[in-house]
């Protein structure tokens, strides 16, 4: 390992992005309490495919933050710091919320979920109701960060010795034949972090790729339309249960979004997603993510089934995300990163402790010289030193 740890350009556009797939979880939980039943709870109705993009971009982040030396035991450390503060405590904020509810939930799933094995148990009431019921995509990342060490390596020999797109197009082609199977299953084609494991390597090859060269000259606000086009036909065509259906469909348009946003913010060029208040929002999208759904459960019990008007629905339900995300931005300023720069220890090299975080600069990418993330020295193995997912 004789090359030097090289600090990745960074890639802004990326962090503001995710708080775009994060609002639309949020409108997916809050339209059908406010208005269920009407045309803006049908058009949200697949806005689980906001954690789809989570998924690709946490292998991309991970893979493109990679740096050689970084031993296991800080690796993990680090990925600890980074998810399990605002867990524990929207965790924790769940159980009152059941308590107030007089909701009848499980303390084994509880426990279940502290420990982010909810997911592996297929049953609702663990992986979705033991407590905050969006952290069962936390239990899958966990899985991811805990196999990121051990797969990135093979995955980029994959990149290097095929094309970038066999392991995106396989993850699209094995989700839809299970997703149309007579033996269909939601809990595994949808929470089971074995399944999701295709769209993880998925964002770990575009890193690679990338970072080999690929680029787009497709803009960013086409990708993101499309994207958006892409939603709204899903949505549209009322796909039911099927999630991993569903999943499968969005996950192209997912990826030319990342690409674009990475070849956009490497060519140096300002975007909407790029701009420090998206960026900043970007930042806040975790908390966000994790802190929303507790209130959603409190709204749903104060006020059952409302009969309002579409429009006064949507206003009310813009309302609470600006609200979620203002409660978001404090959670991240009070919780979030204090705990994570406490719990991370220092950086290599004596430097002070704290996140580094994902806004990239535009530039170049590493020497192609440089070490590949996933080779292992004598020592330690090559992992992340500097991600946030």
Not at 88 to 107: C, E, W
Not at 111 to 138: D, T
Request: proline content about 8%.
């Amino acid at each position: 390992m004789g090359d030097s740890p090289v600090r990745p350009p960074r890639l802004p556009s990326l962090t503001g992005l995710r708080y775009l797939a994060a609002a639309v979880v949020v409108l997916h939980h809050v339209l059908p309490v406010l208005a269920p039943g009407s045309v803006l709870a049908r058009y949200s109705s697949v806005g689980y495919t906001g954690v789809t993009f989570f998924f690709v971009l946490s292998g991309f982040v991970l893979t493109w933050s990679a740096g050689p030396g970084v031993p296991l035991k800080v690796f993990y450390r680090r990925r600890f710091a980074r998810v399990y503060p605002m867990h524990l405590l929207t965790t924790l904020a769940a159980a009152g919320v059941n308590v107030l509810t007089h909701a009848d939930k499980s303390l084994v799933a509880v426990g279940a979920a502290l420990f982010l094995l909810h997911a592996w148990v297929p049953q609702e009431s663990f992986y979705f109701g033991a407590a905050n019921g969006p952290s069962w995509s936390l239990s899958v990342e966990a899985f991811f960060y805990l196999l990121f060490p051990f797969v990135v390596g093979p995955v980029t020999a994959v990149v290097r010795a095929t094309r970038w797109w066999v392991l995106p197009v396989g993850t699209v082609l094995l989700e839809l034949a299970f997703g149309f199977s007579p033996v269909y299953d939601h809990w595994f084609a949808y929470i089971c972090p074995a399944y999701r494991v295709g769209e993880f390597a998925t964002g770990i090859a575009l890193a690679v790729a990338v970072r080999q060269g690929l680029r787009t000259r497709v803009p960013l606000a086409l990708a993101v339309g499309g994207l958006t086009a892409t939603f709204l036909a899903l949505a549209a065509a009322q796909p039911g249960s099927r999630h991993g259906v569903v999943d499968a469909l969005v996950l192209p348009a997912i990826v030319l979004v990342l690409v674009a946003a990475a070849s956009t913010d490497l060519r140096g060029r300002r975007t909407l997603w790029s701009l420090p208040v998206v960026v900043l929002l970007g930042e806040w999208s975790y908390a966000l993510y994790l802190t929303h759904y507790s209130t959603v459960r409190l709204i749903a019990r104060l006020i059952g089934t409302p009969d309002l008007h579409p429009v006064a629905a949507g206003a009310l339900s813009l309302a609470f995300l600006l609200v979620a995300t203002a409660v978001a931005g404090a959670a991240f300023v009070l919780v979030e990163r204090p705990a994570e720069r406490r719990l991370r220890g220092p950086r290599r090299g004596g430097t002070s402790a704290g996140p580094a975080p994902e806004r990239p600069a535009a530039g170049t990418p590493g020497p192609p010289g440089a070490q590949p993330p996933g080779t292992a020295g004598s020592t330690a193995a090559a992992v992340p030193d500097r991600s946030r997912t």
